[in-house]
């Protein structure tokens, strides 16, 4: 049962020097028209302790990041900008460099537990390789570490079910195969990408618990990409929103649920239906439709849908500014 | 019940699986198995619960889009199995159909115009030119999607506007049904609300009733007037929205209610969660006694032996349980 927020102490997390610093993220995708922006210059910190989580619609460029950072983009895919991951840059790695940290410092968990698997190996060489060729151990050790990682979360008859074929899996118990996997190495930055969208909601609720104790275990930085706010309120401590390739607002969770400050922040939050709202009126909604990043244009990427629009919106870039209170805005009429 | 719409009476759907050796059946996975409800005229019945439970087999086998084993679908007092090829035919245009891949569900090479003209076409083929394309106009205007938007093709829009395409196609007979499947799940927080918004609307301004089946207990809750919760083709409760949110009866949908995350941090973090063991049985080899039983947190012996009927538990509040309400 998560009774508390995960960290802590959030003033005793912030005082920690941070273990990713990204900085004008820019991420751009060659199409047969020409470059196409997906982000469009953000810059975050992730310490260790906190979970994260980074919300956004179709097209605001969540997922992009994290692959990115990962070195998975697309091979149509550029990334610019910088990201120090313990002080050393990921950006723009060759794969060599990469698996250095990757797999083992740094994991990934996905969304669809069934395509991220592979069919054709057991679960049981699937994790153990992720031992030997990271932590050079043997392979009986490899497999005493899977069988008991697999324990920990929480797969009945581990030692057995190891034996096993993804497929053998539900979707449930594969989705807990690719957290074991993520956390064999003890990773220091852990990013999942909508890792219970695909699952039904009463199994989505074992996982997000599991996920909750697993980090607070080890003490890892966690990025939560999602478009589900109630996941959010659940598991984060701090929260950036997104929008066409910018982030919007970045602040910690109670402020963004309870004092939002952007216009595309609060018109998200007031269009989820709520088990604990009156469901007799209309719900309200943000006009119009998603849209990616603009790219070189000017202005506001959420301008376009924004209903206190002023003639500054389409013309400048709002910055995104920071307040003191580890809050900030991209937003001309959000006071920092 | 006589001033039902549509009622639905012990309704079956069995698939056959693969073939044995010398062509015997190896079973059948039994994704409805006796689902009874009814639905009046301008009414939303929100269809809950979670993936293989029958779900979207019921809102295909009530339209006959899947022949069913057992049981009777009976439409305005009649009973759609009676019917033959062409009357069923005939009685499909007041029934119509909205589906979750909004773009999927979309003729790539047809143009908007065409995609919402069709089912007129096929209805009322002697309708001039002129007069179709009124109606198509009409019908778009209706869903809010703009005139010139009439000769582009489905992959120039957004899923949120193809889905109001879909409605637009669905609405241009004006049926007296639609069954809405999963039709806001593959879209985002902002856009869901639009499209909720539009099907009440249109429900209001029409009389119209719509099955809306839905894994999604929010957006349920905000569109049902009455909820019935499936589990393994099974229906586990029906309720009033009301009552059915206020007061579950089912251990099953208390744990499908508790299970949903509330967007506010205080409160998602104090709230007392029901969490489920396991997973899913296979609808293949559903548990004996009552279904649920080998996922209950209150199942007892008389659980794995017996199964539950579906009894009136007071005020209409039906519920599959030997200990409904109870603990």
């Known amino acids: ?54 919300v956004g619609e179709s097209g605001s460029g969540k997922s992009q990041i994290l692959l990115a950072l990962m070195g998975l983009l697309a091979a149509n895919g550029r990334a610019s900008g910088s990201a120090l991951f313990q002080g050393r840059e990921i950006l723009n790695r060759s794969a060599r460099e990469l698996d250095e940290v990757r797999g083992s410092a740094m994991a990934m968990i996905f969304q669809d537990p069934m395509t991220s698997l592979n069919p054709y190996m057991r679960v049981s060489d699937q994790l153990t390789e992720v031992l030997t ?21 929480r797969i009945p008859e581990a030692r057995r079910r190891i034996r096993l074929y993804p497929h053998e899996f539900s979707g449930g118990m594969r989705q807990r195969v690719m957290i074991a996997m993520a956390l064999l190495c ?32 080890f003490n890892a930085a966690v990025a939560i990409v999602t478009h589900d706010l109630g996941v959010i309120a659940r598991l984060c401590d701090r929260v950036i929103v997104l929008y066409g390739g910018r982030i919007m607002e970045q602040a910690p969770i109670e402020e963004v649920f309870y004092d939002p400050r952007h216009p595309y922040t609060k018109g998200l939050l007031a269009s989820m239906p709520r088990l604990d709202e009156s469901p007799h009126e209309d719900l309200r909604t943000i006009p119009g439709q998603p849209r990616a990043a603009m790219g070189d244009l000017p202005g506001c990427p959420f301008a376009p849908r924004c209903e206190q629009r002023i003639a500054r919106c389409t013309q400048e870039t709002p910055l995104l500014l920071r307040a003191g209170d580890g809050r900030a805005a991209a937003c001309h009429l959000v006071a920092p | 019940m006589s001033d039902a719409l549509l009622s639905v009476r012990d309704l079956k759907v069995h698939f056959p699986i693969g073939r044995g050796l010398l062509g015997r059946s190896a079973g059948s996975v039994r ?120 000769r582009r093709y489905p992959h120039e829009f957004s899923g949120g506007q193809c889905q109001r395409i879909g409605i637009a196609r669905a609405m241009i007979l004006r049926p007296k049904l639609v069954v809405c499947d999963e039709p806001v799940s593959a879209l985002d927080v902002s856009i869901q609300a639009q499209i909720i918004n539009l099907l009440r609307r249109l429900q209001r301004e029409h009389g119209l009733a719509l099955l809306f089946i839905s894994h999604n207990l929010g957006v349920v809750r905000h569109i049902s007037h009455r909820v019935l919760v499936l589990y393994l083709g099974r229906v586990m409760e029906v309720a009033d929205r009301d009552a059915f949110f206020a007061r579950p009866l089912h251990p099953y949908s208390r744990a499908l209610i508790s299970a949903i995350p509330v967007p506010d941090p205080k409160a998602e973090r104090a709230r007392q969660r029901i969490v489920l063991q396991g997973d899913l049985p296979s609808p293949f080899d559903p548990p004996v006694g009552c279904r649920f039983c080998t996922r209950c947190p209150r199942a007892t012996e008389r659980c794995h032996r017996e199964e539950p009927a579906l009894l009136d538990q007071g005020a209409g509040h039906l519920a599959a349980c030997h200990y409904a309400g109870e603990g």
């Open chain 1, 1 to 54: 049962m998560l009774s508390t927020p995960m960290s802590a102490d959030p003033d005793a997390v912030a005082a920690t020097a941070p273990i990713l610093e990204v900085k004008g993220l820019a991420i751009r995708f060659k199409l047969p028209q020409g470059w196409v922006t997906a982000v469009d210059g953000v810059d975050f910190e992730l310490r260790r302790g906190e979970v994260v989580g980074i």
């Open chain 1, 133 to 153: 060729t990271h932590r050079g151990v043997g392979s009986a050790e490899a497999l005493e570490i899977a069988v008991r990682m697999l324990e920990r979360v």
């Open chain 1, 186 to 217: 003890e990773p220091a930055l852990l990013f999942a990408d909508e890792p219970t969208t695909a699952l039904d909601v009463t199994v989505q609720a074992q996982i997000l618990e599991l996920l909750a104790d697993l980090a607070r275990d």
């Open chain 2, 31 to 150: 994704a409805l198995d006796g689902v009874s409800l009814e639905l009046r005229a301008g009414e939303t019945l929100g269809i809950v619960g979670e993936s293989g439970c029958g779900k979207s087999t019921l809102g295909r086998a009530i339209l006959h889009l899947i022949k069913p084993t057992a049981g009777n679908v009976i439409w305005l007092g009649r009973s759609l199995h009676d019917l033959d090829a062409t009357a069923l035919r005939k009685e499909r245009r007041n029934m119509q159909i909205i589906f979750q891949d909004p773009l999927a569900s979309l003729d790539p090479r047809m143009t908007v115009g065409q995609i919402i003209a069709r089912p007129l076409k096929t209805f009322e083929p002697a309708l001039g030119k002129t007069e179709t394309e009124r109606r198509v106009l009409a019908a778009m205007q209706e869903v809010g999607l703009a005139p010139e938007m009439v």
